[in-house]
């Protein structure tokens, strides 16, 4: 899965790459156009980062890849003749430096009821 992470600069954005251990199955039938938040993603310090998808919570660690990847957008430009000369170009629309690794089982969050009790005398 990749998620886009705001850049500030020149260039393509960059991205991130999650490693997870299992799957993510959606419930819910996606909306065509309409995007899909899977969770919650917050880097709790330097090198470790939380992810909270519903009632769970995953902890994982941020690591820098070797050799970056590039994002490709196929753009083929059709001509109006009858050629079969298509041109196919390839635009970056991104490049992933970082992979955010999650090998725990997650976590499940439980909050404290609040108190309804009342007191009898």
Do not use: C
């Not at 393509?12 to 995007?35: D, S």
């Amino acid at each position: 899965m990749l998620i886009p992470i705001r850049s500030e600069g020149d260039g393509p954005p960059a991205w991130a790459m999650i490693e997870l251990q299992g799957e993510i199955e959606r419930i819910i039938e996606a909306i065509p156009g309409e995007p899909f938040d899977v969770g919650t993603l917050t880097a709790t310090d330097d090198t470790s980062v939380q992810l909270v998808i519903g009632y769970h919570r995953l902890e994982g660690t941020k690591m820098a890849l070797k050799k970056p990847v590039a994002i490709l957008e196929k753009i083929e430009s059709n001509d109006d003749d009858d050629n079969d000369d298509n041109e196919v170009r390839y635009k970056v629309i991104g490049v992933v430096r970082e992979k955010l690794i999650f090998k725990q089982r997650p976590r499940a969050i439980i909050t404290n009821p609040t108190d309804t009790a009342t007191t009898t005398k």
